[in-house]
């Protein structure tokens, strides 16, 4: 005689398993779409901090290691730049030089933060790196002492920078030659890789004088 109670209970049976399998990975997923929402929430935090200030907040020490309000520069268009000495991309220094030569009467200055963090590409003393710019390059825009951009010992300046404008996948520093362009009162409105060149900068800077 055929039992038609039998695959009903196969279908139950079969109903609770999956449904035992769905409510765990259903779980873990609300568990995960949770942490992401926190973990957004306090990069949005660390953002909204950033946008409470301006470049004026910080002090550096110069190349010479003179103690230096940034608050100096206020008024200013500045493009900050890490920089490295054996660098693929040291020979920027000239453009970035030929940028400050052309608008610093306008209010346009460039600041070189040495950095030697990306395969020890800056490993020389201070004087060593001043003495490199300026027989090689003729620097003459401000540059200053050598820090780190990344990691628990980056200056409190690449904090804000990086924070008030975010990078490729990450926020971190990717290289040498980042750059940001900061605007007259003091906020990061651009922010430039390695590769892009100072001349490709030079329209931005205009709109901003």
């Avoid at 957004?40 to 103690?67: C, P, R």
């Avoid at 996948?169 to 390695?194: C, E, H, M, Q």
């Amino acid at each position: 005689m055929f039992n038609a109670d039998k695959p009903i209970c196969k279908a139950n049976n079969s109903y609770r398993e999956v449904t035992m399998k769905i409510i765990p990975l259903t779980s873990y997923i609300i568990l995960v779409l949770l942490f992401a929402l926190s973990m957004g929430a306090g990069g949005l935090k660390a953002k909204e901090a950033a946008a409470q200030k301006n470049m004026y907040d910080f002090s550096v020490k110069t190349i010479d290691g003179q103690e230096q309000s940034l608050a100096q520069y206020k008024g200013n268009v500045v493009l900050i730049v890490n920089v490295a000495s054996k660098c693929g991309f040291t020979p920027q220094y000239k453009g970035l030089q030929e940028l400050y030569d052309k608008y610093k009467n306008r209010g346009f200055v460039v600041l070189g933060f040495p950095c030697n963090q990306f395969l020890s590409q800056e490993p020389g003393t201070n004087d060593e790196i001043k003495h490199f710019c300026s027989i090689n390059y003729g620097v003459t825009f401000p540059m200053f002492d050598k820090i780190d951009v990344n990691g628990a010992n980056a200056h409190p300046l690449y904090k804000y920078l990086t924070s008030a404008k975010g990078g490729f996948i990450t926020d971190s520093i990717k290289w040498n030659f980042t750059k940001f362009l900061v605007d007259r009162k003091g906020a990061v409105v651009k922010r430039y890789p390695p590769q892009t060149v100072p001349k490709d900068i030079e329209e931005d800077i205009k709109q901003y004088l």
